[in-house]
């Protein structure tokens, strides 16, 4: 759903991941943190594959955020059974395809792979990312704009620096890690866009989809964390994550007036399915299948079924509608 903004940067954060040899696995175990990486399928995948299921990544991440803001909508019109509909269509967007995707990309290395991972997201957003939106916001007049992208910025410059010191405990055993953030949740309601520059709406888009991804990563890392006895670092990987759902994409949805009536976000949710079935994932089989990686081949396909389904669904919902 809706996945016609890509960062290069995500790419390239997935095919190094994919590349780096995982940990090897100590005896008695390793206080470094060099815990083993998860066995995956991404050594043999090309690089199109890679950057198809990296794009695939995005757009479930941000399909899974989108929905159940639609969700809630949908309860507060009195709509429940769409809203249970938007919900359980959420969660298959995070936890099946999402998750397979992730499987097959190599996404989630060791502990200090995927601390290495936040802390170049995190970085790129301090840094780069929310300080341009916010100058270019402010350029253009959108000053709501400009204050909310800053002061992501400087969250964001937080969350890099509890990563390091995450970091550095989980590789020389020395610190603690930082205990977990917490979100100052933002109520999403329906409405119409806060802003008026063409350029801001781009990179509120483009945020939306980060902070997405942002949160389905992290909470990735998380399930990783604990899986391996540091439940310290999966809270704050977990705390981490809420910030970016529910403050930052919160924020930036508001300001981008991505809710609207429950009829206009049914037939938002339908049109981005039926263009994902028919056109996104049967590209992307094709292209996987065209140079052996079957496997991911596979999942594009069934992906693409799926969505098939999906549109079927919210199109039978928007009928019930009428």
Do not use: W
């Amino acid at each position: 759903m809706f996945r016609h903004s890509t960062r290069t940067f995500v790419v390239g954060l997935c095919v190094l991941a994919a590349a780096a040899p995982a940990a090897p696995a100590l005896a008695g175990g390793d206080p470094a943190g060099a815990d083993p990486a998860p066995h995956t399928a991404a050594r043999a995948l090309r690089a199109q594959t890679l950057a198809d299921l990296a794009t695939t990544m995005k757009g479930e991440a941000y399909a899974y955020a989108v929905y159940s803001l639609f969700a809630a909508e949908a309860d507060r019109q009195g709509l429940p059974a769409v809203g249970k509909l938007f919900r359980s269509t959420a969660r298959t967007e995070l936890t099946e395809h999402l998750r397979e995707a992730a499987t097959l990309a190599g996404l989630v290395g060791s502990n200090a792979a995927n601390l290495r991972q936040a802390i170049n997201g995190e970085t790129y957003e301090h840094q780069v990312m929310y300080r341009r939106f916010a100058e270019q916001a402010r350029a253009d007049g959108d000053l709501e704009a400009a204050k909310l992208f800053s002061e992501i910025a400087a969250d964001e410059g937080r969350h890099r620096d509890a990563f390091r010191t995450a970091l550095t405990a989980v590789t020389t055993g020395r610190g603690t890690i930082p205990a977990p953030p917490k979100a100052d949740v933002v109520a999403v309601s329906a409405g119409l866009p806060k802003v008026k520059a063409a350029r801001t709406r781009a990179n509120l888009d483009t945020a939306l989809h980060g902070e997405g991804l942002a949160h389905a990563k992290y909470m990735l890392f998380a399930a990783h964390a604990r899986q391996t006895g540091n439940a310290a670092l999966a809270r704050l990987f977990e705390g981490t994550a809420g910030v970016e759902l529910h403050e930052h994409l919160a924020g930036e949805a508001v300001l981008a007036g991505l809710v609207r009536t429950t009829r206009e976000n049914l037939r938002k949710a339908i049109t981005g399915e039926h263009n994902e079935a028919t056109t996104v994932y049967p590209g992307f089989a094709g292209r996987a299948t065209a140079v052996g990686d079957t496997a991911a081949a596979r999942y594009f396909r069934d992906t693409a079924a799926d969505r098939a389904r999906h549109a079927a669904a919210f199109q039978k919902a928007l009928d019930q509608l009428r």
